[in-house]
Structures are given as C-alpha cells and as structure tokens.
C-alpha cells in the first residue's frame, strides 16, 4: 500500500517500533508534568515559564544541533540523545516519588530536556533520508507523524487515569523504561556508512548557510513562516490545558487526558491522511486551507464550556494542526540539497519548536490578566489572519502559473 510504503525498508521499521513505545511514554510524562506544575502552584504563569524552560533551548541550540547532524554520524547521535532523555526522565521519578520535587526542580529538568531536544530534533529529522531514501522520505515523515499523535491519544489517556491512581511519578518512571525500546532499535540497524564532507567553515558559517537558504527560497520562507506563527500562538492551547480541563470544564486529571487524546486522535487521522500522498504538488494549498482550519477550531474551543464540545474541536485542532506541519517539513526536505538537510532542518526546528517558549511566557502573562480562554481567542485570531494573507499569497502564485501557462500554450501553437 502506497500509504505504509516507507515501512518497506527494515530500518523505518525498526525505527517505527521503537518510536511507538518510547512516544507513549513521553506523552505521559508531559501531561503528568503539565498537572504536576498546575497542581503545585495553581499559576497560569507558572505554566507559561514550564513551557518556556521546555523549549527556550530549541531557539538557541538547535542551529547547532543541525551543524553536529550534518558533520557527525546522525545514527549515533539520536542514540545518544534518547539515552541522556531516558536518564533524565529516571531521575525526575527519583525526585518525584521520594518528594523532593518542587515547581522550580521540575522546570530546571524540564530545561535540561529541551536541551537535549534542540540536538535530538534536527539530528533525527535528517537521519530519515538515510532511514528510507528520498524517494519514499514524504511517506517516512507521514508515518512518523501518525506515530508521534498515535501515542499523544495512548499516553495523556494512560497519565490521566495514572496521575489519578498511582500518582505523576510512575508516570515518568514509565517513562524512562520505554526508551529502552527506541535505543534498542536503533542498536539494531544497520545503517550504510555516510561520507561527511570536510568543511573550512567555522561552525557560525556553516549555521548561516543553512538559514540562508531557507530564506531565499520563497515556497521554503513562506511555509515556515506560517509554521512559526502557530507554533508561536495557535499551539499555546496546549499550556492552556490543564486550566480549561479543571477550572473550565471542571473535568479533571481523567478529563485532561482525555482532551489531550482527542487532539491526539485527530492528529493521527491527520497524519495519515497525509501519507497517502504520493506527489509534492498542492501541499502550498493544502497548508493554506488546514491552517485556516486549525485557527477556526482554537476560536470555538476557547470559548467552549462543554467538555464534549470541547474534545470534538480539538480532534479537529489535531487533524489541520498535524497535516500543516507535515505538508511543511515535506516541502522543505523536498527542497533542500542533503549538504545542507541538517542545517535547514535545524531552521525548521527553531522556527517550529523554538518560538513556541516565547509563546508560552506571553501566553502565560497574558492569561494571567486576561484569562485563558480570552488569551486563546486572541491567538486564534491572530493565526486565522495570517493563515488568509498565506492563502491569498498562494492563490496568487497559482493565477500567475495558469497564466503562464496560457501565455506557453500560445507561443507553442
């Protein structure tokens, strides 16, 4: 089948598999961690500076995360990110079940994790292409987005009934044995040998280059541009959640998992639905069009007070969110010579990822004043109006390529 075409290749498999477990259990360690800060402090803003802790790394580092990817094997290098995760989340267990955890330990971990995720993200998107070639590398990052949401439905639900249960620390307790699983695949491929190009340039250089090429080329400028604007406000409902779970819709930790599942549920749709792709052409209007989307369902869910009202909208949050961004980073991988996939990759991360802990301190301070769900409305709005100035730039270009083609078609008659 041409949507599960990229599982031809025994090391996306083994890849697929491991990835499966070890999601699951970093999805429940994120909801447990987000119910864990709101529940030690009951502080939007607290929330806000969590997520910042979490991502601020990934708008330094992941520039260099890319230059190590592009200079050094990229199979080792995820190898060594997942272990340093899986100590980290051990230790955040350690802290939390022997009730040494405070608002503040838990964000200075959460920190360390992000610094490991500026080096892991870029690294393992450029090692896809060694995974399954470029032929079936659209279908490759489809599919692992269908895994990444697959286990953000599994995950909160598991944490929510856990959190209620047994309490946030088996959660990141589980956490850290399910990166056996990604370790373990990736220990078990075999993965031909890349040639590394020497490089004269210094290591700011070589970042520059990458950013360089990114902004040159407007389709690539365009798409990330947009990604950045909802990463920077539209998935700041995330933060938001555990307040409308329990203050809004008075649902709960079970609730909470639940909402976040739902967004999960759709987003696998999402992703799927994307897989089944076979050609590059039309993903400038289908970011366009599920953008759009993406920013209507942030509008009705801020203001929502029915849990299952709620939990619908977000399903659909979910489905446009994830197909945006897998139309965008296929765009870009589509577009970038390998020299280079790192470094832009690493663009691709900040400009997804490492905007999104600015977000969060503004939103936290926002709501802070005004509430969530007036911040949330806000922030839809926002990414609604830029989603239609990108829609408006990509009916412009298709007017100007049909003429164009009108214009050929009568030069060749």
């Not at 994790?113 to 896809?128: E, L, T």
């Not at 203001?303 to 961004?325: C, D, N, P």
């Not at 839809?380 to 078609?409: D, E, N, P, Y």
Request: glycine content about 10%; some cysteine; aromatic content about 10%.
């Amino acid at each position: 089948m041409t949507r599960f075409r990229a599982l031809k290749h025994r090391n996306f498999q083994l890849f697929m598999a491991g990835q499966l477990v070890s999601l699951i259990g970093t999805w429940m360690q994120t909801t447990a961690q987000l119910w864990l800060v709101y529940d030690l402090t009951h502080s939007p803003a607290l929330l806000g500076i969590f997520g910042f802790a979490n991502q601020i790394p990934m708008l330094v580092l992941a520039s260099v995360g890319g230059y190590v990817g592009d200079r050094y094997s990229r199979h080792r290098g995820v190898i060594a990110t997942q272990t340093i995760s899986m100590l980290l989340a051990f230790i955040l267990a350690g802290l939390t079940l022997s009730h040494h955890i405070h608002e503040w330990s838990l964000i200075a971990i959460t920190f360390l994790v992000g610094i490991v995720n500026a080096f892991d993200v870029p690294i393992r998107q450029a090692f896809f292409v060694e995974m399954v070639g470029k032929e079936d590398l659209p279908n490759a990052i489809a599919l692992n987005s269908s895994i990444f949401n697959g286990a953000r439905v599994v995950g909160p639900a598991i944490a929510g009934f856990a959190i209620a249960w047994i309490g946030a620390g088996w959660c990141f307790f589980l956490n850290g044995l399910s990166f056996f699983a990604v370790i373990l695949a990736l220990l078990a491929m075999r993965i031909q040998p890349q040639e590394r190009k020497p490089s004269t340039e210094s290591p700011l250089q070589s970042l520059l280059e990458g950013f360089r090429f990114a902004m040159k080329d407007r389709p690539i400028r365009s798409a990330l541009l947009l990604l950045s604007l909802l990463s920077l406000l539209g998935l700041q409902y995330s933060v938001f959640m555990p307040i409308f779970a329990n203050d809004i819709l008075h649902a709960g930790a079970r609730g909470l998992g639940l909402l976040m599942s739902a967004a999960g549920v759709g987003a696998v749709l999402g992703a799927l639905q994307f897989a089944a792709r076979t050609t590059y052409k039309g993903l400038a209007k289908w970011i366009a069009a599920m953008s759009v989307i993406c920013a209507c369902g942030l509008i009705v869910f801020s203001q929502s007070h029915v849990f299952w009202l709620s939990a619908a909208v977000l399903f659909v949050v979910g489905f446009a969110a994830t197909s945006q961004m897998a139309a965008t980073n296929t765009t870009v991988q589509n577009r970038v010579p390998d020299e280079l996939r790192g470094r832009v990759m690493a663009v691709y991360a900040t400009m997804f990822m490492g905007v999104q802990p600015l977000g969060a301190l503004l939103a936290g301070g926002i709501a802070k004043r005004i509430g969530a769900p007036s911040t949330l409305a806000i922030f839809g709005s926002v990414c609604l109006i830029g989603s239609l100035v990108f829609a408006a730039w990509v009916l412009t270009r298709l007017r100007a390529a049909q003429k164009s083609a009108q214009v050929q078609a009568g030069l060749g008659r």
